[in-house]
């Protein structure tokens, strides 16, 4: 099970940290991701992390703004936004798969778990 949560309603310019904990399984055999869907649009890549946090992927619309991590003890793993723009408003998942290699890791398809979502609304 995966809850996200550290949404908000914030300005541009500001920052927000997501979170997502997982529960129930052995949290350092997975890849996690973070992905977002804004009205009427796709869901999207955003972030992903190996299962030992050695490796990041980044979408190219928050390269530089955003930082994905993990902490295994905790069972979490994270988003830091910072720098926030209106475009980043969206409802932010967060996924896991134990089985992703580099080609899929920025597939939303090839995730077999998800969260329910949190939502991040950036005001201009």
């Known amino acids: 099970q995966l809850q996200a949560s550290g949404g908000g309603l914030v300005q541009a310019g500001r920052a927000l940290r997501l979170s997502c904990a997982a529960s129930g399984r052995t949290f350092s055999n997975y890849n996690m991701g973070w992905f977002r869907q804004a009205p009427g649009k796709e869901r999207e890549f955003v972030a992903a992390i190996r299962r030992s946090g050695g490796h990041t992927y980044y979408a190219d619309a928050v390269k530089g703004r955003f930082t994905i991590s993990r902490d295994n003890a905790k069972n979490t793993v994270y988003l830091q936004m910072n720098s926030l723009k209106p475009e980043d408003t969206a409802l932010y998942y967060c996924?896991?798969?134990?089985?992703?290699?580099?080609?899929?890791?920025?597939?939303?398809?090839?995730?077999?778990?998800w969260g329910q979502g949190t939502q991040v609304t950036v005001s201009s």
């Open positions: 996924a896991a798969d134990a089985h992703l290699i580099t080609s899929t890791m920025r597939s939303a398809s090839a995730y077999d778990y």
